[in-house]
């Protein structure tokens, strides 16, 4: 699988952005996917990840609320909208996919996903 993330840029906190992760290959649709973001100085960390057949989603608790993954798997697209943002959201956002994961089963720990977009960066001023 590669995937190949798109859509950030700078925006004024209050504002709103939204993500895209188009994937290839065959296994999209069989796929666990995820966001994760990483800023300066910081590990990265789970965002938010939407399962296989997008019927059920997770979150980290300061993006609930602002922040929805959603996919097409007819597109093999992934995307992760994002209102009111904030400066703490600033990172490279990365997509990731788990090819191993069970139908609902969504995982946090970057380990586990075996592949990944090679991040586009997000800036929010304030």
């Known amino acids: 699988v590669q995937l190949q993330a798109s859509g950030g840029g700078l925006v004024q906190a209050g504002g709103s952005l939204r993500l895209s992760c188009a994937a290839s290959?065959?296994?999209?649709?069989?796929?666990?996917m995820a966001w994760f973001r990483q800023a300066p100085g910081k590990e990265r960390e789970f965002v938010a990840a939407?399962?296989?057949?997008?019927?059920?989603?997770l979150y980290i608790d300061s993006v609930k609320g602002r922040f929805t993954i959603s996919r097409d798997n007819a597109k093999n697209t992934v995307y992760l909208q994002m209102n009111s943002l904030t400066p703490e959201d600033t990172a490279v956002y990365y997509c990731?996919?788990?090819?191993?994961?069970?139908?609902?089963?969504?995982?946090?720990?970057?380990?586990?996903?075996?592949?990944w977009g090679q991040g586009t960066l997000v800036t929010v001023s304030s």
């Open positions: 990731a996919a788990d090819t191993r994961a069970g139908p609902s089963v969504i995982r946090t720990t970057t380990t586990l996903y075996e592949y």
């Open positions: 290959g065959r296994t999209f649709s069989s796929s666990c």
């Open positions: 939407i399962s296989r057949g997008g019927g059920r989603t």
